[in-house]
């Protein structure tokens, strides 16, 4: 079991020669807590294996991820290669207009009389250097990424041992099973295992803190706007860039740079001046070399993103252009609706219950003038649509496939008209929607808990809808932001921008970072206590070394408020947790104000309903 998750393996010899201070300690134990899970070396990893087997229901699935995930990466290579090497474009025209042996048919994997061979597979292997060079690289990181997956195989069969045995939850309960009650048997098997090695109680906030410590660095990195400077690109005013590869590339220099298993590197928390500049530097350096890496690559990634989401939308794009025009939350929004120790699965159902009103929102200012054409375009398309059906119906399939216009058959003109329709049809509002933003925004912030105080009482005004779309936007733009900032946005931004902004990086982590016995360098915010005002504008001071201006006095307000979401959504999910310090006192307020509210219906709304805008005492969301 040592193999599994590099715990320590103590056996009763080994006990007896560990220092006096640990045979005090496990004298009081029993012979089955000196065991696997004794004091693991790595709390965050083992506590993340421990989640990770919960969110994906048990082993078979979570391996089955881990395979097929590695396998799509090369059928996306092997689709790519397929498409621009395999491929003989022009050989294939010919053949489709019957410019060679026009009285044989041969499959298109076959060469026909004049030896034209549109579709061969033999192409792959009369690569050019360069292409192979690429290959090499790229099968050298799926690789390693492959032998890691490998390697955490005996750790997953160790969780599985672990829920088996010390949890007592089967592969048929935990189907089922809330993560509340699995935290319940996490605390408890704590205080039997000592998985942890700490004096004080465990909590299940301490346990999430485990799991969540980098996404609550994150979560505060972005809610107090710390680097949103850096990430506006000139002459696009105030609007800001990050996408899921900015993102994912941000995430890998500051895993490099910062983290270190359950803490903060020594040098990025260090007063000695000169090394911490030199850990500056060092960081500064990697952004600007994976700038110049995706420069470099910038067109493979392209041809990836565009593979990748057009083969996981295959069959819907086949119908219709819906992915591209159905929305979504931004990667940037989803940045500041996340709270502190909020899990990945309870983050993302939050966020699912929220799509439908924020459709219904946006869908509320659609314009007249729109919607009219979209009518008349509608039923002109719809007209031809219908004829051709019929005609298609009656006729059978050779009417399908003769060409309505040149070089373009019925199927293909079936295949449009469907697609324009499903645009127009977007377009057209429902004939039923009444007009009430004020109604949509609250059932969306009831789930997204975001409500700046500029939006209050605005909800009608098309500058709110415009900065709401800009949160919630159309997939497509998402991708075509991505497509284009691979090439152009991103770089620059690697280079350029946030190399000047390390200092303010080293001296966030510095400024929100403590060290709790037990849990190692946490953000301060993430212990879910009522941080006031003043402690927020001492950190906005310091990274800013300048005055605390009127702007950053609001948008510490709406941090603290969202501190106080966070609270009260670890209570919801949680009941029998119990906050330290004036935390309590945040609770007890927000349940008068629900019983003040509501009295006749209190037991049937949730805590963080007493922050919502329609409650006339309330604080507005964080931003």
Not at 595 to 600: H, L
Not at 610 to 618: G, I
Request: aromatic share 12%; glycine share 4%.
């Amino acid at each position: 079991m040592a193999s599994y998750l590099d715990m320590p393996l103590l056996a009763k010899a080994q006990s007896t020669e560990s220092t006096d201070s640990h045979i005090g300690h496990l004298e009081l134990e029993t012979e089955h807590t000196v065991g696997p899970w004794w004091h693991v070396r790595d709390p965050d990893r083992f506590f993340r294996l421990v989640y990770n087997f919960y969110a994906s229901k048990g082993y078979t699935n979570l391996v089955s991820k881990g395979i097929l995930n590695h396998l799509t990466v090369l059928v996306v290579l092997f689709l790519l290669l397929f498409v621009t090497v395999a491929i003989d474009y022009k050989q294939l025209d010919e053949r489709l207009n019957g410019d060679h042996c026009p009285d044989e048919r041969v499959p298109l994997f076959s060469p026909d009389c004049k030896g034209n061979w549109p579709i061969n597979l033999g192409r792959l292997r009369n690569l050019s250097a360069g292409v192979y060079i690429l290959l090499f690289l790229f099968l050298l990181v799926w690789s390693i990424s492959f032998f890691i997956f490998v390697r955490s195989l005996p750790a997953i069969s160790g969780i599985k041992k672990f829920y088996e045995t010390e949890l007592g939850i089967s592969r048929r309960r935990l189907q089922t099973i809330e993560w509340d009650l699995v935290m319940d048997k996490l605390v408890n098997a704590q205080q039997r295992l000592h998985i942890v090695q700490t004096d004080r109680q465990f909590t299940k906030l301490d346990i999430t803190q485990l799991i969540t410590r980098r996404a609550n660095y994150r979560t505060a990195l972005f809610s107090l706007g710390i680097i949103d400077d850096a990430l506006r690109i000139p002459c696009f005013g105030k609007r800001i860039y990050l996408t899921k590869s900015l993102r994912l590339v941000m995430d890998w220099v500051l895993d490099a740079h910062v983290f270190e298993k359950n803490r903060i590197r020594p040098q990025v928390l260090t007063d000695d001046t000169q090394e911490r500049q030199l850990a500056e530097a060092d960081m500064a350096r990697s952004f600007k070399f994976l700038g110049v890496m995706v420069l470099i690559l910038s067109p493979l990634l392209i041809i990836a993103r565009i593979a990748i989401f057009s083969f996981h939308h295959s069959e819907i794009l086949q119908k219709s252009a819906g992915p591209l025009s159905t929305r979504h939350w931004s990667p940037y929004s989803r940045l500041r609706l996340r709270g502190y120790c909020e899990v990945n699965h309870i983050f993302y159902r939050r966020l699912s219950r929220s799509h439908q009103p924020a459709s219904k929102y946006v869908s509320l200012f659609q314009s007249q003038l729109m919607s009219v054409w979209a009518r008349f375009i509608g039923f002109t398309v719809g007209g031809f649509l219908v004829i051709l059906i019929i005609l298609g119906a009656v006729y059978d399939e050779d009417f399908l496939f003769e060409e309505l216009t040149p070089e373009r058959s019925v199927t293909w003109w079936l295949g449009l008209l469907g697609v324009i329709m499903t645009v127009i049809q977007g377009l057209i509002p429902d004939e039923n929607l009444v007009f009430d933003p004020a109604e949509e925004m609250r059932k969306v912030v009831r789930h997204t808990h975001y409500f700046p105080d500029h939006w209050i009482d605005k909800e009608d005004s098309l500058d709110v809808l415009d900065e709401f779309s800009e949160m919630f936007r159309f997939k497509g733009l998402t991708l075509f932001e991505e497509l284009i900032g691979v090439l152009l946005f991103m770089p620059y931004i690697l280079f350029f921008k946030l190399p000047g902004q390390t200092p303010t990086l080293m001296r966030f982590f510095r400024e929100c970072t403590r060290d709790v016995d037990g849990l190692g360098h946490v953000c301060r915010f993430a212990e879910l206590q009522d941080t006031g005002k003043s402690e927020v504008q001492d950190i906005h001071a310091s990274l800013s070394m300048g005055e605390f201006d009127e702007r950053r006095d609001q948008t510490d307000i709406k941090h603290r408020t969202k501190m106080e979401w966070s609270m009260l959504w670890f209570k919801e999910h949680h009941n029998d947790w119990v906050p330290e310090g004036p935390g309590q006192a945040i609770i007890e307020e927000s349940e008068e104000t629900l019983r003040t509210e509501y009295p006749q219906e209190f037991a049937e709304h949730s805590l963080h309903e007493a922050l919502l805008p329609h409650n006339p005492q309330s604080k507005p969301y964080d931003r």
